[in-house]
């Protein structure tokens, strides 16, 4: 059976669309997509062709964007196409032109599907970019997860060439006489993706021929295994990871007895950001003292008490807030704190997260700040006993990861109130008292949003 037959046979499966829809095909220019887009075309399936100029390879890019449009001209194909400033772009991103092309193609192409009711977009991956992808992650240490390679469908992104390999599509190429432009970046080894293309996978082939065809049989049986895989890791995540508020618990004497400790770690913290690289310290974490943590770019795993605790890295805040009037709210990334003057009611309701303070004591601008070491007060109830902040967070039992999202509110250089934790007794509400000042602290729904 020829290439187009075996096309012809797994489309009409209606494995990706139902009859009668439209896709929409990425068209490089390149003789992949261009096979592709001739299979559609001899198929007799309803598509549309979109196509990127990403002006990185100046007149080149501009005649590859000619043949597409040409092409789809010849052919009554309707065609879509797009500029992108990539390296401008790159730059602003503070990403790789590879990253960005992917992010700026894949958003458009997005974009163009819906404006359009297009049922899917179509790349033309195949066997030996399935490969690469799998030496890659494989490399890289992604886990199993990264072993079923490129997935046939993610999304509304499909790729139906997935079982055909590049030597396939040459030949399809050279026998049909199919015209397509060679882009001078993939003879280079600038690129990851090129140096395997280039130097892992041929002298593997040496050794063994069949290579490309025998991984992707292994990459469909990996897929598979995933799905228990996943099941199992579920299981034990349910049995484990207690959800608190915006931060989860993993009680360490219950982690320990698990098997294999290593991998259902790993996958436990995953979602969060750490690497493989980062487990040999997480896994320290199991023997170490309370306020040892590891730290990914969006999270922390620490050490607190019998718990290994997963928090979010306190968000970039300012360290030091004027409050001039109120009323007023102001945010410090976890909470949100709320000011108001009223009168003095008849009960003071005992709550942590509140304070009641006499307004003849208070004196703008009022200042909410992080707690430093050396921080003192009169706390609340202690008859004017002087007391460290940093102790009382210590009596309080405060978990390391929740200290730093204390803030102190001080008035003429006096603390007022530590947080969530006790106001000052100097600042008490008194019978003579008629006005006082309420501060209400909350979690910020813009934070636990982004949790």
Same mark, same amino acid.
């Given at each position: 059976?020829?290439?187009?037959?075996?096309?012809?046979?797994?489309?009409?499966?209606?494995?990706?669309?139902?009859?009668?829809?439209?896709?929409?095909?990425?068209?490089?220019?390149?003789?992949?997509?261009?096979?592709?887009?001739?299979?559609?075309?001899?198929?007799?399936? #309803?598509?549309?062709?979109?196509?990127?100029?990403?002006?990185?390879?100046?007149?080149?890019?501009?005649?590859?964007?000619?043949?597409?449009?040409?092409?789809?001209?010849?052919?009554?194909?309707?065609?879509?196409?797009?500029?992108?400033?990539?390296?401008?772009?790159?730059?602003?991103?503070?990403?790789?032109?590879?990253? %960005?092309?992917?992010?700026?193609?894949?958003?458009?192409?997005?974009?163009?599907?819906?404006?359009?009711?297009?049922?899917k977009i179509v790349t033309a991956h195949h066997a030996n970019d399935n490969v690469e992808t799998?030496?890659?992650?494989?490399?890289?240490?992604?886990?199993?997860?990264?072993?079923?390679?490129?997935?046939?469908?993610?999304?509304?992104?499909?790729?139906?060439?997935?079982?055909? %390999?590049?030597?396939?599509?040459?030949?399809?190429?050279?026998?049909?006489?199919?015209?397509?432009?060679?882009?001078?970046?993939?003879?280079?080894?600038?690129?990851?993706?090129?140096?395997?293309?280039?130097?892992?996978?041929?002298?593997?082939?040496?050794?063994?021929? $069949?290579?490309?065809?025998?991984? $992707?049989?292994?990459?469909?049986?990996?897929?598979?295994?995933?799905?228990?895989?996943?099941?199992?890791?579920?299981?034990?995540?349910?049995?484990?990871?207690?959800?608190?508020? $915006?931060?989860?618990?993993?009680? &360490?004497?219950?982690?320990?007895?698990?098997?294999?400790?290593?991998?259902? &770690?790993?996958?436990?913290?995953?979602?969060?950001?750490?690497?493989?690289?980062?487990?040999?310290? &997480?896994? $320290?974490?199991?023997?170490?003292?309370?306020?040892?943590?590891? #730290?990914?770019?969006?999270?922390?795993?620490?050490?607190?008490?019998?718990?290994?605790?997963?928090?979010?890295?306190?968000?970039?805040?300012?360290?030091?807030?004027?409050?001039?009037?109120?009323?007023?709210?102001?945010?410090?990334?976890?909470?949100?704190?709320?000011?108001?003057?009223?009168?003095?009611?008849? %009960?003071?309701?005992?709550?942590?997260?509140?304070?009641?303070?006499?307004?003849?004591?208070?004196?703008?601008?009022?200042?909410?700040?992080?707690?430093?070491?050396?921080?003192?007060?009169?706390?609340?109830?202690?008859?004017?006993?002087?007391?460290?902040?940093?102790?009382?967070?210590?009596?309080?039992?405060?978990?390391?990861?929740?200290?730093?999202?204390?803030?102190?509110?001080?008035?003429?250089?006096?603390?007022?109130?530590?947080?969530?934790?006790?106001?000052?007794?100097?600042?008490?509400?008194?019978?003579?008292?008629?006005?006082?000042?309420? &501060?209400?602290?909350?979690?910020?729904?813009?934070?636990?949003?982004?949790?």
């Amino acid at each position: 059976m020829n290439l187009l037959q075996q096309f012809c046979e797994q489309w009409k499966t209606g494995q990706y669309v139902l009859p009668g829809q439209t896709v929409l095909l990425a068209v490089s220019g390149g003789a992949d997509s261009m096979v592709m887009a001739d299979l559609f075309l001899k198929g007799g399936s #309803s598509f549309a062709v979109a196509h990127c100029n990403f002006g990185l390879r100046g007149t080149a890019s501009d005649l590859d964007e000619q043949l597409v449009a040409q092409w789809c001209s010849s052919n009554k194909i309707a065609f879509h196409k797009v500029r992108f400033e990539t390296r401008v772009k790159s730059e602003e991103w503070k990403k790789g032109i590879q990253e %960005t092309a992917r992010i700026l193609r894949y958003e458009w192409f997005e974009k163009v599907r819906k404006e359009y009711g297009y049922a899917k977009i179509v790349t033309a991956h195949h066997a030996n970019d399935n490969v690469e992808t799998l030496l890659i992650n494989l490399f890289k240490g992604t886990g199993i997860s990264g072993l079923h390679g490129i997935l046939p469908e993610n999304g509304c992104i499909i790729r139906p060439l997935l079982f055909a %390999t590049k030597a396939m599509l040459a030949d399809y190429a050279a026998e049909h006489a199919i015209v397509y432009r060679e882009d001078a970046s993939n003879d280079t080894d600038d690129y990851l993706r090129n140096a395997v293309r280039h130097n892992v996978v041929p002298a593997v082939q040496q050794w063994f021929p $069949n290579a490309v065809a025998s991984v $992707n049989e292994s990459i469909e049986r990996f897929g598979q295994a995933e799905v228990l895989y996943k099941k199992a890791i579920e299981q034990e995540r349910k049995k484990l990871v207690e959800r608190r508020g $915006n931060d989860y618990y993993i009680p &360490v004497l219950k982690l320990r007895h698990r098997e294999p400790l290593a991998t259902i &770690v790993y996958e436990l913290l995953y979602p969060f950001g750490f690497s493989s690289a980062q487990l040999p310290h &997480v896994l $320290n974490l199991l023997n170490s003292a309370s306020g040892h943590y590891v #730290s990914s770019s969006t999270h922390r795993v620490i050490r607190n008490r019998d718990f290994l605790v997963i928090t979010t890295v306190p968000a970039d805040t300012a360290d030091l807030i004027l409050i001039e009037a109120v009323p007023c709210v102001v945010h410090t990334g976890k909470y949100q704190f709320s000011f108001s003057i009223q009168s003095k009611p008849e %009960t003071i309701p005992a709550d942590k997260n509140i304070a009641y303070l006499d307004m003849s004591n208070i004196a703008f601008p009022l200042v909410l700040r992080k707690w430093k070491t050396g921080d003192y007060f009169y706390p609340f109830g202690m008859k004017m006993k002087k007391k460290k902040v940093s102790r009382l967070l210590i009596d309080e039992k405060v978990p390391l990861h929740e200290k730093e999202d204390i803030r102190i509110l001080e008035c003429s250089k006096r603390i007022a109130w530590v947080s969530g934790i006790r106001p000052d007794e100097r600042f008490r509400v008194k019978e003579t008292t008629k006005q006082i000042l309420v &501060v209400k602290r909350t979690e910020n729904a813009i934070a636990n949003h982004k949790t």
